[in-house]
């Protein structure tokens, strides 16, 4: 069974451009979770979805952030008007309901210059 | 709110030495801890986990006991190898912090053949 897959792996972006990541999360798993890793403030929760909705969105840093789901799959970071503090590598996770173990996908190392 | 504290990194040691790094939390309810590990170049893993006071996790020779008493979830092992060389991270979910984890700053092990 395959595990979390990210997409892009690595993605390079100029300040101000939009960028869109990719969260396919393990089949079955109702329970979607963004984090994001960075060297000054270490791993930080984004957003929780259950099913298509998202009952926790306290962690996003900035209305710049966004993130959907659809059919209670396949996820959608996008960020926008990128600025150099958003460099960072986002890290997606599932569960299969919301309070058993998470298991996390490979990351999308993003880069603004 | 939730929170976690782990013991600062680097932390060295000699191939066969043996390991602990501490973890203490805070924490309103009944949360589940967790250790996960990033070894070079990879992905976030699960290493262990225990989900009420007094359990105890193991895995790869890696042990952590839940003690609610002291709020800790110190990770051991008594003989560490080269290939234990990696980021640890102390985590919890539950509690107050509902589904998304609270994970520690980490602590980078660098074991020396």
């Known amino acids: 069974g395959a595990g979390v897959s990210q997409s892009p792996s690595n993605k390079v972006t100029e300040k101000g451009k939009d960028v869109e990541l990719r969260c396919d999360p393990i089949?079955?798993?109702?329970?979607l979770y963004w984090y994001r890793q960075s060297l000054g403030q270490g791993l930080e929760f984004l957003i929780y979805f259950q099913g298509n909705s998202a009952p926790d969105k306290s962690g996003l840093p900035s209305d710049r952030f966004s993130a959907e789901r659809t059919g209670g799959s396949v996820s959608t970071l996008t960020i926008q008007r990128t600025q150099q503090e958003d460099s960072a590598v986002y890290l997606c996770?599932?569960?299969?309901?919301?309070?058993?173990?998470?298991?996390f996908g490979p990351g999308t190392r993003l880069l603004v210059l | 709110g939730d929170s976690v504290t782990q013991m600062e990194g680097p932390v060295t040691l000699s191939e066969e030495a043996f390991l602990t790094i501490n973890c203490t939390y805070t924490?309103?309810?009944?949360?589940?801890l967790f250790w996960y590990v990033q070894y070079p170049g990879e992905g976030l893993q699960l290493l262990l986990k225990?989900?009420?006071?007094?359990d105890k996790g193991s895995n790869k020779g890696f042990e952590a006991t839940y003690r609610k008493e002291t709020t800790s979830f110190h990770l051991e092992k008594g003989s560490v190898q080269v290939s234990d060389s990696a980021v640890y991270f102390c985590?919890?979910?539950?509690?107050?912090?509902?589904?998304?984890?609270?994970f520690g700053s980490g602590t980078r092990l660098s074991i020396r053949p």
């Open positions: 089949s079955g798993h109702t329970a």
């Open positions: 985590a919890l979910n539950g509690g107050s912090s509902a589904s998304k984890i609270i």
């Open positions: 996770a599932s569960s299969f309901q919301g309070r058993e173990t998470q298991y």
């Open positions: 924490a309103t309810g009944y949360p589940s």
């Open positions: 225990a989900t009420k006071a007094d």
